[in-house]
């Protein structure tokens, strides 16, 4: 992989007055129905929370759940990696993400090459 900042941190994700916004969206064409999942940033009280959300409102448990400031890229990396459905289960996620996804975001560019050198490494594996 080339060289990547991982502690590239927006300055906000929170313009013209909203309190709401798409941080990353995945979709994982290996899936049997092309999952697609939206990560979302809220600010409320002074903080920023984090959510997952997919067609089927399925309920994920992500790490961190909220933050000060928006997250650095290594951070948003390892709440992908780690995102469990709210059961603790991550073997049901793994049944229908399927693989690694492809990732895009308007405030980490950085991201989609990530995930592109990870989808590229498990091609090789296999």
Same mark, same amino acid.
């Given at each position: 992989? *080339?060289?990547? +900042?991982? *502690?590239? @941190?927006?300055?906000?994700?929170?313009? +013209?007055? &909203?309190?709401?916004?798409?941080?990353? &969206?995945?979709?994982?064409?290996?899936?049997?129905?092309?999952?697609?999942?939206?990560?979302?940033?809220?600010?409320? @009280?002074?903080?920023?929370?984090? $959510?997952?959300?997919?067609?089927?409102?399925?309920?994920?448990?992500? @790490?961190? $759940?909220?933050?000060?400031?928006?997250?650095?890229?290594?951070?948003?990396?390892?709440?992908?990696?780690?995102?469990? *459905?709210?059961?603790?289960?991550? $073997?049901?996620? +793994?049944?229908?993400?399927?693989?690694?996804?492809?990732?895009?975001?308007?405030?980490?560019?950085?991201?989609?090459?990530?995930?592109? +050198? &990870? &989808?590229? *490494? @498990?091609?090789?594996?296999?």
């Amino acid at each position: 992989m *080339d060289t990547l +900042d991982f *502690d590239f @941190q927006p300055k906000t994700y929170f313009g +013209d007055n &909203r309190s709401s916004v798409v941080i990353a &969206r995945l979709h994982y064409p290996e899936s049997q129905w092309g999952e697609e999942l939206s990560i979302f940033a809220e600010y409320s @009280q002074g903080l920023i929370y984090y $959510e997952v959300a997919d067609f089927y409102s399925n309920t994920y448990t992500v @790490q961190p $759940e909220f933050t000060a400031e928006p997250l650095r890229l290594n951070q948003l990396i390892f709440l992908i990696e780690t995102m469990e *459905d709210e059961t603790g289960n991550s $073997e049901n996620i +793994d049944l229908m993400k399927m693989g690694v996804p492809e990732v895009t975001s308007d405030f980490y560019p950085e991201i989609t090459k990530y995930f592109e +050198d &990870r &989808r590229r *490494d @498990q091609r090789k594996a296999h």
